[in-house]
């Protein structure tokens, strides 16, 4: 192999890692330079042996020493496919199991740095608890003979820096791009893992045969893992680490950085798939970091006015300056790029996309309708000539003439006619008499025309079954999905993740329940509960609302009743 970079899996590695993607099959090794010891024949082949005779093929050195050496008696190193600040890249091959995966070798300069193998074993040990379709897996660690290793499974893929040297990409593509980056940072975040260097670089994609594109996340080397001590030199406040174009306010300050740091990488990112720049770009590195921290996100619809407001302001709220403006978690970014809700109605081959009426109910779980596109009617414009304007003047000022004269003769007008107490008057049909007699108000007393006292109400049979909904629609109205989680954890995923969009994209949220009648069955209960929503589209002020119908399951605790589980309905 062309160890100059000519090789296409030499150009997508950036940062050193490269393309991770379930383990090929046998038809699908990666082809390399090999030579047969026996003929001499050279091959640029996935193939074991010399087809001409038998003999196993070694990898053709090229002058690195490790090519061609088995590495823990088991990794046979066949081609250099990158190099990266901890150390080189390179495809291997397990002697007993046949299969092909990729091992990073430290770098011998850092062999006697403490701080580097303290972060390499970190890159191992963070990597390697992370199980997701959508992040780099590693399977083996260790050192033999003076080297230092990770192993990793491998596929060929190519990086998102590598298709982005091509500009922006398809909306679609970079939705769905983004939406698998989020799922396997939530998977990373939920193991209390911060990848802190979230680039194009570090995302490889790859198609499988059905053309579907898999992006995985790799290089977690600097990861932080949130339970480490604060003594812990990798991780102590005031370090940075990362790559300025992508980093967060916060690490560009040195501050503690959390889960959210790697959202707003994730909006960089996304920004830059679908404008072809990154955000907040500059003439230099200087002013890129001064606009980072001192002016308000970018909006994508300035570069592309075609695009949903709905995904321009979600990716303002993924790039804001405060960590507290940002999406509370991935889960929450993953849930909202579902292409066909970021990017629903989208019409490419229009200026604008289509607008539906604010006024039209949906479903929770649903397309929320855009705040900023409301409909808009074209009037078609008069062409007023000259002698409609005169004819209209006329016609004006007889009426008024008219007016005036009946005006005048006001008091001349003879009184009504009196009717006699059995004359009837006929109204015109569908109009409602008034009714002429004067009506007496009800008195409100405690006893009832008999003078008997009227009886209490029945107690609510339902009451003690509803009470652990009482706090539900305050919670909601706070705005803050947290505090709904925090006092509604058994809420569905469908209905939280639908609060959170809306209250990025809506204002003034409020809620209010309505409750079925409930069904008890001994010490169980189940109960239907609506969850009727009204709020203001940002910016017009429209009003628009929604209903989520839910049906809990309750027990029975002592006194007292308590939710088991809240389900959605249909």
């Known amino acids: ?325 940002r999406l509370a978690s991935a889960a929450v970014a993953r849930d909202a790029l579902d292409p066909s809700l970021a990017l629903g109605g989208w019409d490419p081959s229009m200026v604008t996309a289509p607008r539906p009426t604010p006024e039209t109910a949906h479903g929770w779980g649903q397309a929320l309708p855009d705040p900023s596109l409301q409909p808009t009617a074209l009037m078609r414009r008069q062409r007023m000539s000259v002698t409609r304007i005169i004819a209209g003047a006329v016609v004006g000022s007889v009426a008024f003439l008219v007016g005036l004269v009946l005006w005048s003769q006001r008091d001349s007008t003879p009184p009504p006619v009196a009717h006699r107490a059995d004359s009837t008057r006929v109204q015109p049909a569908g109009v409602v008499a008034p009714d002429t007699q004067p009506r007496k108000l009800p008195t409100l007393s405690k006893t009832d025309s008999a003078g008997a006292a009227k009886p209490k109400p029945a107690p609510d049979p339902d009451a003690a079954v509803r009470a652990p909904f009482a706090g539900l629609s305050a919670a909601i109205s706070t705005g803050n999905i947290q505090v709904v989680n925090e006092k509604f954890p058994l809420l569905p995923k469908s209905i939280t993740g639908f609060l959170s969009q809306l209250y990025a994209l809506y204002d003034g949220v409020r809620a209010s329940s309505v409750y079925g009648p409930a069904r008890v069955t001994g010490d169980d209960a189940s109960l239907p509960v609506t969850i009727h929503l009204k709020y203001r589209a940002r910016g017009t002020g429209s009003p628009v609302s929604s209903d989520a119908r839910l049906m809990a399951r309750l027990a029975r605790k002592g006194e007292r009743w308590v939710i088991v589980e809240i389900v959605p309905q249909s």
């Open 1 to 325: 192999m062309n160890e100059a970079g000519g090789s296409p899996i030499a150009s997508s590695i950036g940062s050193g890692l490269l393309a991770q993607q379930p383990t090929p099959q046998a038809d699908e090794t990666v082809a390399v330079a090999k030579v047969c010891p026996q003929c001499g024949t050279e091959y640029e082949t996935g193939d074991r042996f010399c087809p001409k005779d038998g003999s196993p093929l070694r990898p053709k050195t090229g002058g690195d020493p490790l090519i061609g050496r088995v590495i823990a008696d088991r990794y046979l190193v066949l081609a250099r496919l990158g190099e990266g600040g901890m150390g080189r890249v390179y495809l291997a091959e397990h002697v007993k199991m046949t299969r092909q995966c990729a091992i990073k070798v430290m770098n011998p300069s850092l062999m006697h740095d403490s701080e580097s193998l303290a972060r390499f074993a970190r890159e191992a040990s963070s990597a390697a608890r992370i199980l997701h379709p959508n992040v780099a897996a590693v399977f083996d660690y260790g050192e033999a003979d003076k080297i230092v290793y990770l192993v990793m499974e491998y596929v060929d893929g190519e990086s998102l820096s590598a298709i982005l040297t091509h500009g922006a990409i398809d909306p679609r593509r970079a939705i769905d791009i983004a939406r698998q980056i989020a799922d396997g940072l939530s998977a990373a975040h939920e193991l209390g893992i911060v990848h802190r260097d979230l680039k194009p670089d570090n995302v490889i994609v790859a198609s499988n045969r059905a053309g579907k594109e898999t992006p995985k996340v790799v290089d977690f080397g600097i990861a932080k893992a949130l339970s480490d001590s604060p003594q812990d030199a990798l991780t102590r406040s005031g370090l940075v680490i990362g790559t300025p174009e992508y980093m967060s306010p916060e690490q560009l300050l040195g501050d503690p950085v959390d889960a959210r740091a790697d959202i707003y990488s994730l909006g960089c990112i996304l920004y830059q798939m679908l404008t072809g720049v990154q955000p907040f770009a500059a003439e230099s590195r200087e002013q890129m970091i001064r606009r980072r921290l001192h002016e308000a996100p970018p909006h994508v619809r300035d570069v592309l006015p075609e695009i949903p407001r709905r995904l321009d302001t979600l990716i303002v709220h993924m790039l804001a300056r405060s960590p507290g403006d």
